[in-house]
């Protein structure tokens, strides 16, 4: 296996540095990697907490769901990306015998939250518009889904406390120490992925995220509103644009994670000689890095996807007070300036030069626009 150390002599000491897995060049490129998605998920996820807290009106139950995947992409920033990069970089393990036990742990609850809070928040949306009429979460409900995906994630987990430990690399000189797993058999590691962590933490999520996001988006290709203008007008663009963002974040979750998941797959199928150092030192690298992305790629895609997000995005960077808005329910018909909208008891009158079009703004129109915009 390749490796590089560096050391010094100062007053006859010799002053020894961690063994390195890579060249400089490579560190660099892994560190600048890291560091880029660490910062986007940070300062992404802290300003869709911070969107959400701030503005009372944005107290909902999917803005909930919202703010907790948020703090679960801000754990995986804040435990998983560090020591992924430490690992990728240095070939021995430094932190002590606590952190090799808990570092896994973390990494496997920030995860498993994370994909679980994305399904859980598929499944809300989906309700809410296949069920207008019936579908109430309540709060105190949305808290109960959200402790139970934590313990849930805690729990499955647990196994990660047990067999992670410390074992001497003995055919290193410098007595390295390394921080890796003894399972009690092959066959209970194999059980353990197969039937926890893949169904889980990938397989359940993606079925479940696919399933729901088809379903709206055949809702809201085939949903049918009086005063809709045709095949080229505001509600037929606006319908492409939602069938858009839900393939995109269906999307995004898949790729993200599916390279890792085919890669464990594999080494617990065909395992791998440990001195395979292409696999170890670069394949698994960068799939643990796309891994991670998705973190940093969820507020992205909300502020893309969605004006109020970028707008309050905005109001907060540059410290001004947020000005009164029409609800977007009232005014997603008002695409141009010659477009006026009153609400008054239930109806939508649009006056558009001269012209004048009523609606009703029924339960479901609302819920659309109020989970997408």
Known sequence: MERNSSGDVVNGTSISFPDLKHDIDIIVVYSVAYSLIFLF?????????????????????????????????????????????????????RYGAVLCKLTPFLQGISVCASVNTLAAIAIDRCLAICYPLSYKITWRT???????????????????????????YSSHPDLTYVCSPRWPSTTFETIYFLAGSLLFCYSIPLVLITTCYCVIGYKVWHRKAPGVYGSNGIIHRSKIKVVKMLVVVVVLFAASWFPLWVIQIKMRMDPPSKDDFILFNYVIPICQWLGCANSSINPIVYSLFSKKIRTRIKTILMCKKAAYEIPRQLSSYASTRYVSVDYTNGHVTLRTNGLQKERKASRTDRLFNNVYD
């Open 41 to 93: 998920a940070l300062l992404g996820n802290l300003t869709v907490i911070a969107v959400v807290v701030r503005h009372r009106w944005m107290h909902t139950k999917t803005n909930f769901f919202i703010v907790n995947l948020a703090v679960a992409d801000l754990l995986v920033a804040l435990v998983v990306m560090p020591i992924n990069t430490m690992i990728n970089i240095f070939l021995d393990w």
């Open 142 to 168: 949305c808290k109960i889904i959200m402790c139970g995906i934590w313990t849930f994630s805690v729990v499955l987990m647990i196994p990660y406390l047990v067999v992670y430990n410390l074992e001497l």
